[in-house]
C-alpha cells in the first residue's frame, strides 16, 4: 500500500526567514513524488516533482525539495518565506506499478507571520 | 500550456438526486481520474480510468458512483443519489503516463442540501 505523512499539521513562520516541511513516503517500488500547493478555496497548484535522476529538485516560487530514499523522505524547502507563501501544502506518491494514482499526505498549513 | 477543464465550477444538489460532473481531460493523455477533497481535509483517490475501463478504484466508489468517457473528449462522474457526505470538491486529472506530471483540473464544489 501506498500512503504520505506529513507530520506537521500547521508551521508559523516569519516573513523572510526559511521553512521546511516534512514528508515522508511509503511505497513498494520507485515512487514518483509531488509537492501541491494549495490557497483557501483553490485548486491545486504543482510546486515540483521527482521521477528520477538528480534527487534535489528545484520547483516554481523558489521551492526546492530533496529525495532521500534511505529515509523514505521528500521535504520541500524555501530559503526565505513570502506573505504569499501562505497556503496548505500537499505531498504526493504515486507510480508505475498502480496506474500513477496519487496519495496525498493531509497536509501541512503555513501561516507567514509579518 | 496545456490544461484539464471542469464543468460546472460549482454546484449546489438536494440529498437524493443525480449529479454529474463534467471534466475535459488533455487530448493526447490515456489515464484519467477522479480524485475528491472534504472541506478541510486531504485529497483522496476515487478511480482511475484506462483504456476505456476502471483500472482502480477506492473504498469510497460505491455503487453510486460511476465513471464514463462517452465520446472520447469528456470524462464524467456521476453520483446516482447523493448524500450529505458527497458535499465535496471533486478533482479531474489526466496523465499520458511515464515521467510526466498528472495534470490537475480547477475542480467542482459540490454541495448538497
Known amino acids: 500500500a501506498q500512503s504520505v505523512t506529513q507530520p506537521d499539521i500547521h508551521i508559523t513562520v516569519s516573513e523572510g526567514a526559511s521553512l521546511e516541511l516534512r514528508c515522508n513516503y511509503s511505497?513498494?517500488?520507485?515512487?514518483?513524488l509531488f509537492w501541491y500547493v494549495q490557497s483557501p478555496g483553490q485548486g491545486l497548484q504543482l510546486l515540483l516533482k521527482?521521477?528520477?535522476?538528480?534527487?534535489l529538485v528545484q520547483g516554481i516560487k523558489g521551492f526546492e525539495a530533496e529525495f532521500k530514499r534511505s529515509q523514505s523522505s521528500f521535504n520541500l524547502r524555501k530559503p526565505s518565506v513570502h506573505w504569499s507563501d501562505a497556503a496548505e501544502y500537499f505531498c504526493?506518491?504515486?507510480?508505475?506499478?498502480?496506474?500513477?494514482?496519487?496519495?496525498f499526505g493531509a497536509g501541512t498549513t503555513v501561516t507567514v507571520r509579518a | 500550456e496545456p490544461e484539464v477543464t471542469q464543468t460546472p465550477s460549482h454546484q449546489v444538489t438536494q440529498m437524493g438526486q443525480e449529479v454529474i460532473l463534467r471534466c475535459v481531460p488533455i487530448?493526447?493523455?490515456?489515464?484519467f481520474y477522479w480524485y475528491r477533497q472534504i472541506l478541510g481535509q486531504k485529497v483522496e483517490f476515487l478511480v482511475s480510468?484506462?483504456?476505456?475501463?476502471?483500472?482502480?478504484k477506492s473504498e469510497i466508489f460505491d455503487d453510486q458512483f460511476s465513471v464514463e468517457r462517452p465520446d472520447g473528449s469528456n470524462f464524467t462522474l456521476k453520483i446516482r443519489s447523493t448524500k450529505l457526505e458527497d458535499s465535496a470538491m471533486y478533482f479531474c486529472?489526466?496523465?499520458?503516463?511515464?515521467?510526466?506530471?498528472?495534470?490537475f483540473g480547477p475542480g467542482t464544489r459540490l454541495l448538497v442540501l
Open positions: 504526493a506518491v504515486g507510480g508505475r506499478s498502480n496506474d500513477y494514482k496519487l496519495s
Open positions: 511505497y513498494g517500488a520507485t515512487p514518483y
Open positions: 521527482y521521477f528520477s535522476g538528480d534527487t
Open positions: 487530448s493526447n493523455h490515456l489515464y
Open positions: 480510468f484506462y483504456n476505456n475501463e476502471i483500472s482502480e
Open positions: 486529472a489526466s496523465w499520458t503516463g511515464g515521467q510526466e506530471t498528472q495534470y
